[in-house]
């Protein structure tokens, strides 16, 4: 489990620490950029001086600073000392504007090389998670995580880094502030910290809360897309759309209540501090007439140069404000993504060694299964599958037989027993080594949205086009590939929704035999196939069958006669096993659902 009591900038910090040598290289860009423009600003008083012939006031009235960068604008080797300070001002600004955009660029860089980072470890993160993790999650929640939320870590250090060019731009202002008049200076902050205290309220009170409610808002909104979207056959059919509009509607308003609710507070804090800003700046040009007349020409370049440095100072305490804001409305984003990131309860366990092929048996040793809302889906399941060797599971529907191929597949582990592997239990194999060996047809069918050839690709990646037309061919696939548009390069659609049924079962088929397994599992593999489709392909599976160990797991009993060793399931137990022949003799269960299915295809 992730760590709960964690702050909102704990979090931040924890997304931050692997890149802390970039983000320092950043800041430090970012550094000499504020250094840089304050200096030019303060520039600005040899330049007035020597307009106004008034070069001696530094050192009375403005502070070390002026006088310091007033003797440095002396040192270059132009004798006009007005065309000296104008230079010194220029190439101050330049190289402060070289800066912003050296700065700003890494910035941006870092910016998106985080959020294309955050984007492949989520990712790999919610595809590594357990099976049982999916069952537990909307697709369209998974979505918005993978998406929306994980972004939110590369906004995260866009906002840094303007928060942070800011702040060092106000500490090196308020240096040069202090350092002309310290008295003003005071008061002046005096009314900042007024400010942040009504920021500071308004991010925790009202911004951050209603975050939290749009990021709920927007995560319904993803998820009633995807389901709307996968679900499109049965709105149509059953004319629903009223509903999924009003849904949407209602979601919608949620969302832009909440997200007026968090941005509304910056427009605030925006003009109420440009407003302290441009008052501070009135009044210290009427404090200098009113209290210092005599001295006013003399002292004007250094108050140029403190309003030019207030009027500097305003904005980015107002950007601080406004970067903080979007911080804290960033924060339930960034939490949920680390949360999915540190969560490790639904990390797989995989074992380290290599799996190097069955040379003896397979056996379900006591396997019991349970899910979370479901017990004792399978109970005391002993099962031997030899080498080589064609073994059918039987049974109605619910009887545990499609969770027991779960478990061979290693979606699941047992909740107690064991699958023992040639005497080694199948865990302590990794998994990737174990499915190189292990393919599957389901009667779940999925058809990604892309060609055939990809999609019976999926089976083995590096397959050549020869492999792919002999697994069409075994699956009977080949002949309607053919009559496609584009053929094998024929783009299917999501879900393979320009194909029927049963040929989406048969590239499914492909997919399986073209990586040439040694355990194949068939999942009612021709369960989508019409009569003739399915005695043709039944006749290529018998070849495939051939040494290899096959479990076959079948709901219509005619298709198992041949298998080598019968099991019936009911309600989760194995109930009999045997060969045909000797299971229709015991005139048991087995024989009961053989005659029922007779029945039901006389009639």
């Known amino acids: 489990m992730p760590k709960q009591h964690l702050s909102d900038m704990q979090i931040m910090l924890w997304f931050l620490r692997p890149y802390w040598l970039k983000a320092f290289f950043a800041f430090l860009l970012l550094f000499i950029y504020a250094l840089l423009e304050t200096l030019s600003v303060g520039a600005l008083y040899p330049f007035l001086s020597r307009i106004l012939s008034q070069a001696d006031s530094a050192a009375q009235y403005g502070g070390k600073i002026l006088e310091y960068l007033d003797s440095v604008s002396t040192l270059l080797p132009v004798s006009d000392a007005l065309v000296a300070a104008s230079l010194f001002l220029l190439a101050l600004i330049i190289l402060s504007r070289i800066f912003g955009i050296i700065s700003e660029s890494t910035a941006l860089w870092y910016h998106l090389q985080l959020y294309t980072d955050l984007q492949n470890?989520?990712?790999?993160?919610?595809?590594?998670?357990?099976?049982?993790?999916?069952?537990?999650?909307?697709?369209?929640?998974?979505?918005?995580?993978?998406?929306?939320?994980?972004?939110?870590?590369?906004?995260?250090?866009?906002?840094?880094?303007?928060?942070?060019?800011?702040?060092?731009?106000?500490?090196?202002?308020?240096?040069?502030?202090?350092?002309?008049?310290?008295?003003?200076?005071?008061?002046?902050?005096?009314?900042?910290?007024?400010?942040?205290?009504?920021?500071?309220?308004?991010?925790?009170?009202?911004?951050?809360?209603?975050?939290?409610?749009?990021?709920?808002?927007?995560?319904?909104?993803?998820?009633?897309?995807?389901?709307?979207?996968?679900?499109?056959?049965?709105?149509?059919?059953?004319?629903?759309?009223?509903?999924?509009?009003?849904?949407?509607?209602?979601?919608?308003?949620?969302?832009?209540?909440?997200?007026?609710?968090?941005?509304?507070?910056?427009?605030?804090?925006?003009?109420?501090?440009?407003?302290?800003?441009?008052?501070?700046?009135i009044l210290a040009i009427i404090y200098a007439k009113l209290y210092m007349p005599d001295d006013f020409i003399k002292i004007f370049p250094i108050i140029i140069v403190y309003v030019g440095a207030l009027m500097r100072l305003m904005p980015s305490v107002k950007e601080i404000a406004h970067q903080w804001m979007g911080l804290k409305g960033l924060a339930p984003r960034i939490r949920i993504t680390y949360e999915t990131l540190a969560d490790t309860r639904y990390d797989t366990d995989d074992g380290g060694k290599g799996f190097p092929g069955l040379t003896d048996a397979m056996e379900l040793n006591n396997v019991s299964f349970s899910y979370p809302t479901r017990e004792n889906v399978l109970r005391n399941i002993n099962i031997t599958i030899p080498r080589n060797k064609t073994v059918a599971i039987v049974g109605e529907s619910g009887s545990g037989k499609s969770t027991l191929a779960d478990l061979l597949l290693r979606l699941y582990?047992?909740?107690?027993?064991?699958?023992?592997?040639?005497?080694?239990?199948?865990?302590?194999?990794?998994?990737?080594?174990?499915?190189?060996?292990?393919?599957?047809?389901?009667?779940?069918?999925?058809?990604?949205?892309?060609?055939?050839?990809?999609?019976?690709?999926?089976?083995?990646?590096?397959?050549?086009?020869?492999?792919?037309?002999?697994?069409?061919?075994?699956?009977?696939?080949?002949?309607?590939?053919?009559?496609?548009?584009?053929?094998?390069?024929?783009?299917?659609?999501?879900?393979?929704?320009?194909?029927?049924?049963?040929?989406?079962?048969?590239?499914?088929?492909?997919?399986?035999?073209?990586?040439?397994?040694?355990?194949?599992?068939?999942?009612?593999?021709?369960?989508?196939?019409?009569?003739?489709?399915?005695?043709?392909?039944?006749?290529?599976?018998?070849?495939?069958?051939?040494?290899?160990?096959?479990?076959?797991?079948?709901?219509?009993?005619?298709?198992?006669?041949?298998?080598?060793?019968?099991?019936?399931?009911?309600?989760?137990?194995?109930?009999?096993?045997?060969?045909?022949?000797?299971?229709?003799?015991?005139?048991?269960?087995?024989?009961?659902?053989?005659?029922?299915?007779?029945?039901?295809?006389?009639?």
């Open 413 to 603: 582990g047992p909740s107690s027993g064991q699958v023992l592997i040639d005497g080694v239990d199948y865990q302590d194999y990794s998994r990737s080594s174990w499915l190189y060996r292990l393919s599957m047809v389901s009667q779940d069918t999925f058809i990604f949205h892309a060609s055939v050839r990809d999609n019976i690709m999926i089976g083995k990646l590096d397959a050549g086009d020869e492999e792919i037309v002999d697994a069409a061919k075994i699956a009977n696939a080949h002949q309607f590939i053919m009559e496609l548009p584009e053929q094998y390069d024929t783009i299917v659609g999501d879900r393979g929704i320009t194909l029927s049924g049963g040929q989406c079962q048969r590239i499914a088929i492909a997919r399986a035999v073209i990586k040439n397994p040694e355990i194949l599992i068939l999942d009612e593999a021709t369960s989508s196939l019409d009569n003739i489709s399915e005695k043709a392909i039944q006749d290529s599976l018998r070849e495939v069958e051939k040494n290899r160990t096959t479990i076959i797991i079948a709901h219509r009993l005619s298709t198992i006669e041949h298998a080598d060793r019968i099991f019936v399931m009911k309600q989760g137990e194995i109930v009999e096993e045997g060969t045909h022949a000797e299971l229709l003799g015991k005139n048991g269960y087995y024989n009961a659902l053989y005659q029922r299915e007779k029945g039901e295809e006389k009639e």
């Open 121 to 281: 470890r989520i990712f790999r993160k919610i595809l590594l998670n357990q099976y049982s993790y999916f069952h537990m999650k909307k697709h369209g929640e998974l979505m918005y995580i993978g998406r929306e939320a994980s972004s939110s870590v590369g906004e995260m250090f866009f906002y840094f880094p303007k928060a942070g060019v800011e702040f060092f731009r106000v500490v090196i202002i308020t240096v040069l502030l202090f350092t002309i008049s310290i008295k003003f200076t005071l008061l002046m902050y005096v009314v900042i910290a007024a400010f942040s205290v009504i920021v500071y309220v308004l991010s925790n009170k009202i911004i951050n809360p209603s975050a939290k409610r749009a990021q709920i808002a927007y995560t319904n909104i993803t998820t009633l897309f995807s389901e709307s979207f996968s679900g499109i056959r049965q709105i149509k059919l059953f004319d629903t759309y009223r509903y999924w509009f009003d849904k949407l509607k209602k979601e919608l308003t949620v969302a832009r209540k909440q997200q007026f609710t968090y941005t509304a507070p910056a427009y605030f804090s925006s003009h109420l501090i440009l407003s302290v800003g441009s008052l501070s700046t």
